[in-house]
C-alpha cells in the first residue's frame, strides 16, 4: 500500500494525466477541424465544451457527497473511466462520437481531479498554496508533455488518435497505482458519529452559494479557464492561420509556454514562504495584461513563441492562489468546495463558444483577445481583497 509521500506524489500525478489528455485535442485542433470538416463554432463545441456539457449534472451532486466518501477509491474509478473514454475518442469516425466520447471524459475526470485535490488540501491545510502550486505544476509538465506527444506520434506517421490512446492507456495503468494508495485521515473513522443525520445535498449547496468570500474565489479560478485550453486551441489555429506555423511549430510555441509555467510554478512555490499569496497573485495578474498584449502584437513566430513562454511564467501563479483561497474558505470541506464550484461551471462552458463566435465574426485575432479577461478580472479581485485587508 502506498501512504504518506507515496500517496501524495500518487495523487499529484493524477492532475499530469488529467493535462495530457486535455490538452491532446486542443494542440490537434488544427488537424482535427480539417479531417472533421468543421467550422470554428462547432471545433469549439467538440473540443472544448462537450467534455464540460455533462459535468454540470453529474459532476456537482458526487463531490458534493464525496466529503463522505473514501477519496482516493473513488478517484480510481474515476481515472479509471477517464482511460477508457479518452481510448474511445481515439476510436471516434464523427465529431458527434468524438463529442460524446470527450464529454463522457470530461465527467469521469472532474470527478476523479476534484477527489484527489480535496484530499490534499484537507491532509496539508497548513500549506494549502504552496500544495496547489505543486498541483498546477505537475498539470503543467502535463502540458509540456501533450505537444510532446502530438510531435512524437506525428514523426511516426500517427496523428492525434494514436496519442489519445497512448494517453488512455497511460490512465489506466495509474488507475492501478492509485488502488493501492491508503490516506490517513481520522475524518473518515469517525464520519457515521458526527455526521449521523447530516443536512440534506440542497441545504449544503445553499450555504455555500451564500458565502461570499468562497464565490468570489471560486469565480477567480473559473476565469483561469480563459488561458488554458481556449487559448491552445484558438491560439494554435491563430499561429498556423495568421503566421504560417506547422504543427510541429504549433507544438514546440505551447510547449514553450508551459515550460515558462513550470518555471513559474516552481518559482511561485518559494516566493509564498515569503510573500503573501494575494500580492503575488495581483501582480502576476498585472504582469499578465502586459505580456499577453505582446504576444497579441507578435508579427513572426519567433517573438510569439518567446511572448508565449514569458506569458506561461507570469501567468502561472493565478490558478493555485485563488483555487487555495476558496478551500481555505470552508475548511474541511473540500467535497463542498469543489460542489460550489460547478455553480460556475456555464463561464468554462460557453467561453470556448463565445471565443468560437467571435473567430467566426470577427477574425482569429478579436477572439484571442477576449481571453484577456482572465488576467483583468483576477487583478480586480486581488486588489479587492488587499483592500479589504489594509495591504
Excluded at 216 to 239: H, K, M, N, P, R
Excluded at 295 to 310: F, K, Q, Y
Amino acid at each position: 500500500m502506498l501512504r504518506g509521500v507515496s500517496a501524495a506524489t500518487a495523487l499529484v500525478c493524477v492532475d499530469f494525466l488529467d493535462e495530457l489528455g486535455a490538452g491532446i485535442t486542443p494542440v490537434s485542433a488544427a488537424d482535427i477541424r480539417d479531417e472533421l470538416d468543421l467550422a470554428y463554432t462547432s471545433l469549439a463545441l467538440v473540443l472544448l465544451i462537450a467534455p464540460l456539457l455533462s459535468s454540470v449534472v453529474i459532476e456537482g451532486p458526487l463531490l458534493l457527497v464525496s466529503d463522505r466518501w473514501r477519496r482516493e477509491r473513488a478517484a480510481t474509478i474515476g481515472v479509471a473511466l477517464m482511460g477508457l473514454f479518452m481510448i474511445a475518442a481515439g476510436c471516434a469516425q464523427s465529431a458527434w462520437a468524438l463529442a460524446l466520447a470527450l464529454g463522457a471524459w470530461g465527467s469521469a475526470g472532474g470527478l476523479g481531479c476534484g477527489l484527489c485535490q480535496g484530499a490534499l488540501m484537507n491532509a496539508y491545510p497548513e500549506a494549502r498554496e504552496r500544495w496547489m502550486t505543486r498541483w498546477t505544476l505537475m498539470g503543467t509538465l502535463g502540458d509540456v508533455a501533450t505537444p510532446l506527444l502530438i510531435v512524437g506520434a506525428s514523426a511516426l506517421g500517427l496523428g492525434w488518435r494514436a496519442a489519445l490512446i497512448f494517453a488512455g492507456i497511460l490512465h489506466l495503468i495509474h488507475a492501478a497505482v492509485l488502488s493501492r494508495v491508503r490516506l490517513d485521515d481520522d475524518d473518515d473513522d469517525d464520519q457515521d458519529d458526527d455526521d449521523a443525520d447530516p443536512p440534506s445535498l440542497w441545504a449544503q449547496l445553499r450555504a455555500g452559494a451564500r458565502d461570499r468570500t468562497l464565490m468570489t474565489w471560486l469565480g477567480a479560478a473559473a476565469l483561469t479557464c480563459l488561458l488554458d485550453e481556449i487559448l491552445v486551441a484558438f491560439g494554435s489555429l491563430y499561429l498556423r492561420d495568421e503566421l504560417g506555423a506547422g504543427i510541429e511549430l504549433q507544438g514546440l510555441a505551447f510547449m514553450v509556454c508551459a515550460l515558462g509555467g513550470a518555471l513559474g510554478l516552481a518559482v511561485s512555490d518559494r516566493l509564498l514562504t515569503r510573500v503573501d499569496p494575494v500580492r503575488l497573485l495581483a501582480t502576476s495578474a498585472g504582469l499578465t495584461i502586459v505580456v499577453y498584449a505582446a504576444w497579441l502584437l507578435s508579427a513572426t513566430i519567433a517573438t510569439s513563441v518567446v511572448a508565449l513562454g514569458l506569458l506561461g511564467l507570469v501567468a502561472a501563479p493565478m490558478y493555485p492562489i485563488c483555487a487555495a483561497q476558496a478551500y481555505a474558505a470552508r475548511p474541511g470541506q473540500p467535497g463542498l468546495v469543489a460542489a460550489v464550484e460547478q455553480l460556475y461551471a456555464p463561464l468554462p462552458l460557453l467561453a470556448p463558444l463565445l471565443v468560437g463566435l467571435v473567430a467566426d465574426r470577427f477574425g482569429l485575432l478579436a477572439a484571442l483577445a477576449v481571453l484577456a479577461l482572465e488576467p483583468i478580472g483576477i487583478g480586480l479581485i486581488a486588489l479587492a481583497q488587499l483592500r479589504n485587508k489594509g495591504c
